[in-house]
Every structure is written in C-alpha cells, then in structure tokens.
C-alpha cells in the first residue's frame, strides 16, 4: 500500500474534526467529539506508517493516544455535566463568565 | 484487492466523519461517530494491526461513544440554537484547512523527507520467528516501553479519579454513615440489661 494513501486519509479527517471545532460554537459536545476525530486521525497515521515501514512502534504509540483519548473524554464530559448544571447551557460562548 | 477495500472504508470514514460534524442533531453525531470507529477498525485490519483494531471496539465504541451517548441524552439541549453563528466561522475554518492542506502536500513532494532505515522493531523479522501481533505488542510493552506503559496506567488513574472528584454533588445535602461516629460508640451506651 502507498504512503499516500493513509496520509491522505488522515489529513481528511484531522480537516473534518478541525473544521468541527470552528463550526460548532455552540456545542460543546460536537467539539468534544471532534477532538476525538483528531486522535482518530493521528492513530491512522501511525499504524498506517508501522505498516509502511515494517516497525512495531507505530502501533506502541497509537495505544498510548488510545489511553490519553480516553482519558480525555472522561474529564472532558464530566467538566462539561458541572458546566451544564451550572449555567444550563452547552455554548461556548458561556464558558468566558468561569472564574476560578 | 486490499487497496480498494482501503478506498472503500476511507470512503466511508470520511463521508461519516463529515456528518459526525454537520449534523444538527447531537444524538445522530454519536451514531456516525460510532459507525466511523467501526470503519478505521477494518482500515486498522487491513494495515495488520489486529490487536488495536480490536481494542479501537472495545475502548472507543464500548467506552467513549456510549459515554457521549449518555451524556448528550442527560442533557436536555434545544437542537435550534446550536448552529448559530455557523456562517461567521465557516470560512475562517476553511482558510485554515486550505493552508494545512496545501503544507502537507509540500512536504510530501519535497525531497528532503527520507524514511529512516533503521527499523527498531522488525515486523516480519518477528513473525517469522512465530509471534504474532498480540504477541509482539506485549513483549515489547512490558520491556523496551515500559515505563511509559506504567505512566499511561497513572494517567488513567488520574483521569478516574478526577472524573469522580468532578461529578460528586454537594456532600452536605447527602446521608452518610459517619464512620468516626460509628467507631466511637461503646457496648454500654446502646445495650442496657434490666
């Protein structure tokens, strides 16, 4: 398999997640998932290069962005059930009035 | 044959992935994002990696989705406000891609990227001697990573952790045993004999 492929790939989907971050202002879930869409991104780069290059640690560290994205979406969500609680909305635009 | 059943799948992770992104309601988002982790875990089959296809499944399907699932049925969000202000920042994001876009393909037709040629860990030279995937991933994690493989366990501690810590309510307005109140009584106050 061509290295064009996988990258092309990739840069397709870390484009559509970038993409969802700017357009969903007023959804703080949609922007949660497409950070998710961007860690999908990168795994398929690395396993797509381990393939290409015949070398395991591509597939090593994809399992490490598979830990920090789920670590991620845990605390993300429950930052954003307090938030919801709080403020009863889900926009972004709400999130300027947090004081520590 | 293994090169068309990749376009198809990618076909079909980018198709999903766009409407995981454009769609109005949060609910169908969390399905296509579901379908999406299903396809790149064939595209992760297809580039021989059984091990992470398998746990793509298990932690993102079984674990993250359903999270959003809940979390987005738990929230009582009106669909009608959350597209605004999509006009005034779709351009902007559009610029940023064209940019992204146009860079990386520079740096894929330059000359001066070289693949590295020394190959740490050899697939196929292990294969040969009989490991296989599973197999080889363990051996290396628990060896040459495994340091880092304790500190990614400590993150996920700490993410668990944290996660708790932030979803507790107000202790005072829950019913609680008082476990030092509990440990002070003595036989003599309760029991009385007549």
Do not use: W
């Not at chain 1, 970038?18 to 007023?26: A, C, E, T, Y």
């Amino acid at each position: 398999m061509e290295s064009l492929n996988f990258l092309a790939l990739s840069s397709l989907i870390f484009s559509i997640g970038f993409l969802g971050i700017f357009i969903n202002r007023k959804n703080l879930i949609t922007i949660l998932m497409s950070i998710e869409l961007m860690l999908l991104s990168a795994n398929i780069n690395f396993i797509g290069f381990s393939n290409y290059l015949n070398d395991l640690s591509g597939q090593i560290f994809s399992l490490f962005i598979l830990v920090v994205a789920a670590a991620e979406a845990a605390i993300g969500l429950a930052i954003l059930t307090i938030f919801f609680k709080k403020s009863n909305s889900i926009s972004v635009d709400t999130i300027s009035r947090l004081k520590g | 044959m293994i090169t068309y059943l990749f376009y198809f799948f990618s076909f079909l992770i980018v198709c999903s992935s766009f409407l995981v992104v454009f769609s109005n309601n949060p609910v169908h988002s969390v399905l296509f994002l579901i379908f999406t982790f299903f396809n790149s875990a064939i595209i992760f089959l297809l580039m021989n990696a059984e091990f992470l296809a398998m746990t793509l499944v298990i932690v993102y399907v079984g674990a993250i989705a359903v999270l959003f699932l809940f979390v987005v049925m738990m929230l009582n969000i009106s669909e009608s406000v959350l597209k605004e202000g999509f006009l005034k920042y779709f351009p902007f994001g559009l610029i940023l891609i064209v940019i992204f876009i146009s860079e990386l393909f520079l740096v894929y037709n330059s000359d001066t990227i070289m693949i590295p040629d020394n190959i740490k860990i050899n697939i196929s030279e292990m294969t040969n001697l009989g490991f296989d995937n599973t197999k080889l991933l363990g051996l290396y994690l628990y060896t040459d990573y495994f340091i880092i493989f304790q500190i990614s366990g400590f993150l996920l501690l700490l993410a668990m952790i944290g996660a708790i810590v932030l979803a507790q309510t107000d202790l005072s307005k829950i019913k609680l045993n008082s476990s030092i109140n509990q440990k002070k009584i003595r036989k003599k106050d309760i029991i009385k004999l007549n």
